[in-house]
């Protein structure tokens, strides 16, 4: 199991009239950390989708602790604490500001699919492998 973790800017247009970040654009604070861990241990989407996969998120939790705030560096962070069997993958992610508060966790649950029918198909074993099991 590895620890991923990717520095992010807050831009002005992912907050809200207090200059907090909205709580919607969470999500994509999630997808940049998975993308960049699977880019990291050989798995980017652009690949994957090169191979006729595709992982769409079957569910999405998230908890707010603290607020990221406008031009705020945060650190996202991404782990895959364990192999699940057949089709499905969870990452578990944490939200960290400039001063390393924990502010969000959460996690996403994917799975993988045929690009082609839209089938279920299993997860690599070289991909698992590459986070660590």
């Known amino acids: 199991m590895k620890t991923f973790r990717v520095k ?3 831009t002005y247009a992912k907050t ?3 200059g907090v ?3 919607g654009n969470y999500a994509e604070f999630y997808e940049i950390g998975r993308a960049e861990m699977l880019r990291d241990v050989g798995y980017p989407y652009a690949e994957l989708e090169k191979q006729g ?3 769409p998120i079957l569910d999405l939790h998230s908890k707010f602790i603290g607020s990221a705030l406008y ?3 945060i650190t996202i962070e991404a782990i895959v604490y364990e192999r699940m069997e057949g089709v499905r993958i969870k990452v578990d992610y944490k939200i960290y500001n400039e001063q390393e508060k924990l502010i969000n966790e959460g996690y996403t649950t994917l799975c993988c699919i045929n690009a082609e ?3 279920p198909v299993r997860i690599p074993n ?4 590459s ?3």
Not at 126 to 129: A, V, Y
């Open 16 to 18: 809200d009239q207090m």
């Open 53 to 55: 996969i595709q992982m």
């Open 71 to 73: 031009d705020e560096l």
């Open 21 to 23: 970040v909205y709580h």
């Open 8 to 10: 992010h800017r807050v």
């Open 126 to 129: 070289e991909m698992w492998e």
């Open 117 to 119: 029918t839209k089938r």
């Open 131 to 133: 986070l660590g099991f």
